[in-house]
Every structure is written in structure tokens, then in C-alpha cells.
């Protein structure tokens, strides 16, 4: 473009310029050069779309659930899955089910099946649209080993896979989705496989 390259004029207006053609575009401006001020603005409003461009990335719950509705479909098997029973809701007198006018407290429920104890805790973001949860999985017949190897998987009441998860060595894990209408939880720890039915979070 003109008397300067295309590298110059975007190194210039983004004011890098690793080519020190700084000065010598500047005094050519101020010379009154009116197709080098031309392409001043021309490189100027490009830098300020490109600077702009951030501010057009849609919300990240949003963004999650548009690759949760184009993902591919997988049902929930629950044969040889065994259901885990709740031993501890934090709120008096509340079943899973009802977990939707719990409003913004964090939820903690305690779950048991095949030896294994699972804690979780739902902490609801409605203004973003986003449920936090934070878990770990107990192995009260193994204590003092770690559950190496488990896997925990989000899914929704339709069979949509919504995120995997792996413990840690001490069985601790965490997910952030989107508020959905209901969810399940599965454990594979080994052989054992349990399932976790949960509430309404949206």
C-alpha cells in the first residue's frame, strides 16, 4: 500500500514496528502525503475491529450448551449399575428432587453404594447460568488406597454425555456446566459401577 508495506502500516498501528519504520511513516504523514493518511485510516479501523473482536465471543454457558445439543447421543445403560441411596442432604427434610427452591445455598448431598461413599456439593450460579460441582469418592473397604483409575461422567435425563471427569488420589473431583433440567451421575470405580440419579439445577 503506497510507500510502505502492508507489515509497516500493521506493525505502525498496533505500535510494535519491529522494521523502525516508526519515524519515517510519522514524518511522512505530517508531509501531508494524503495516500499515506488514507491508509493511516484504513490500517486504523482495521486495529480498532480486531481490538473489538473479543467483545463478540458469546457467553461461555451458552457456548456449552450449543456443544451439548450438537454433541452425539449416548443412553445411559443401567444394567449392572447399581443405584446409590442418599445418606445426607445438608437441607432439612428435602429430597434430590426438590433441590430446585433451594436458591442460591450450595447443596451438599451424601451418597452410598457397592463400598463407595460419594460427596457432592452444587454451588448454583443462576445469573451465569452455571452449576458448579465438587465431589469425591470414598472406598470405605480400601481406606488408605486411592480410587486410581475411576471415572465419573456427567449426563443429562436424555442420555447427552455432558463431561467427563477424573479423580484425583484422593478421589476429589470437579465439574462446571450449564444449569440443566435434570441430571445423572455415574462411578466406575474397577468393577463397581454406580449411578446417582440428581435433581433439577436450572
Not at 516508526?22 to 491508509?39: D, M, R, T, V
Request: charged share 20%; hydrophobic share 40%; with cysteine.
Amino acid at each position: 500500500m503506497g510507500h510502505f508495506s502492508e507489515q509497516a502500516w500493521a506493525d505502525f498501528t498496533r505500535g510494535l514496528d519491529p522494521s523502525s519504520n516508526a519515524p519515517g511513516i510519522g514524518a511522512h504523514i505530517s508531509a501531508g502525503c494524503l495516500e499515506c493518511k488514507a491508509n493511516l485510516g484504513f490500517w486504523g479501523r482495521l486495529q480498532t475491529m480486531g481490538t473489538a473482536e473479543s467483545s463478540y465471543m458469546p457467553p461461555e454457558n451458552m457456548v456449552r450448551l450449543a456443544k451439548l445439543g450438537l454433541a452425539p447421543k449416548q443412553r445411559i445403560q443401567h444394567d449392572g449399575w447399581t443405584t446409590a441411596r442418599l445418606l445426607f442432604s445438608n437441607l432439612s427434610g428435602l429430597q434430590p428432587a426438590g433441590i430446585r427452591g433451594s436458591g442460591a445455598s450450595p447443596c451438599q448431598l451424601v451418597y452410598d453404594a457397592e463400598g463407595l461413599t460419594v460427596d457432592l456439593r452444587f454451588d448454583r450460579q443462576a445469573q451465569r447460568g452455571q452449576l458448579s460441582i465438587t465431589g469425591q469418592i470414598l472406598d470405605r473397604k480400601v481406606p488408605s488406597e486411592p480410587t486410581s483409575g475411576a471415572v465419573v461422567v456427567l449426563w443429562t435425563e436424555e442420555g447427552y454425555l455432558v463431561a467427563t471427569a477424573e479423580p484425583n488420589e484422593f478421589g476429589e473431583f470437579h465439574f462446571e456446566t450449564a444449569l440443566l433440567d435434570r441430571i445423572h451421575l455415574t462411578a466406575r470405580v474397577g468393577r463397581r459401577k454406580v449411578h446417582i440419579p440428581l435433581a433439577n439445577f436450572r
